[in-house]
């Protein structure tokens, strides 16, 4: 029982340490996702396909805020072991896959769910250490840094930018140096031939165009041909073929 504003609140909390969690939460974690009309790092899809291809040698812990058979709110969580053999509680998939990690919550509950989280980090004697890596500036988890005495640092930036209606708007966005640099660029662009954009959507265009996609990821760095290693090859390509069937994915080129 919470109390919000004066008014008695009766919620439960589940926390899943099996992985056919995922299975039996699919239905209900799909139905939250579209309420809150979160960002895909946050869907039923991701995080199950992260499972499959990474989850071997750790243990989920989903924990969930319900109202009734109501599913409010996940923070999906998993138990792993460190180098020096110390378990660590994180958010699954941040470390390594995760640009905008977070808990999933219907608006209102933001601080139901923090309430039982906080309480769940505390009381629980299974880890030795609790890492949130990869939140987002505006990430509802970040508000629990003072839950545990924490102060948020920055690791590293995923750039992101609100785009405006239109190109032109967009350009008077940028400063004069920025600007005279993209037209540059675009001129020489349109000097070595004939440009042409091509998006692909359908399951079909997006599996055909992955090994395009991939052979150009590994050539821009040596940095990123590590990281895309074959089973990272695979879970791309999975989550890539749940994101085409749901309609969230758009794959562009640009040939020459």
């Given at each position: 029982m919470l109390s919000t504003g004066g008014t008695k609140v009766c919620v439960s909390v589940v926390v899943y340490t099996n992985p056919a969690a995922f299975g039996e939460l699919e239905r209900d974690w799909r139905q939250l996702f579209e309420r809150c009309q979160a960002n895909v790092f946050l869907s039923w899809e991701w995080f199950s396909t992260w499972w499959e291809h990474f989850g071997g040698v750790a243990h989920p812990r989903l924990l969930t805020?319900?109202?009734?058979?109501?599913?409010?709110?996940?923070?999906?969580?998993?138990?792993?072991?460190?180098d020096d053999d110390r378990c660590r509680l994180a958010l699954i998939g941040a470390d390594t896959t995760t640009d905008y990690a977070d808990a999933l919550v219907e608006d209102g509950w933001e601080e139901a769910l923090r309430q039982q989280l906080a309480g769940y980090l505390k009381d629980s004697p299974e880890w030795d250490e609790v890492d949130l890596y990869n939140l987002?500036?505006?990430?509802?988890l970040l508000a629990m840094a003072s839950w545990l005495e924490q102060s948020p640092s920055v690791v590293?930036?995923?750039p992101r930018i609100a785009l405006p209606p239109t190109w032109d708007e967009y350009l008077a966005m940028l400063d004069k140096d920025d600007r005279h640099e993209l037209r540059r660029k675009m001129r020489r662009a349109a000097e070595g031939g004939e440009l042409r954009h091509r998006v692909l959507t359908t399951v079909a265009e997006v599996e055909a165009g992955l090994t395009t996609f991939f052979?150009?990821?590994?050539?821009?760095?040596?940095?990123?041909?590590?990281?895309?290693?074959?089973?990272?090859?695979?879970?791309f390509r999975a989550i890539a073929r749940r994101f085409a069937e749901r309609g969230?994915?758009?794959l562009s080129f640009l040939d020459l």
């Open positions: 805020l319900l109202q009734g058979s109501v599913l409010l709110g996940v923070v999906p969580l998993m138990l792993s072991r460190t987002a500036p505006d990430a509802r590293e930036t995923c052979t150009l990821h590994r050539r821009s760095a040596a940095a990123k041909q590590q990281f895309l290693d074959a089973p990272m090859e695979a879970f969230w994915l758009r």
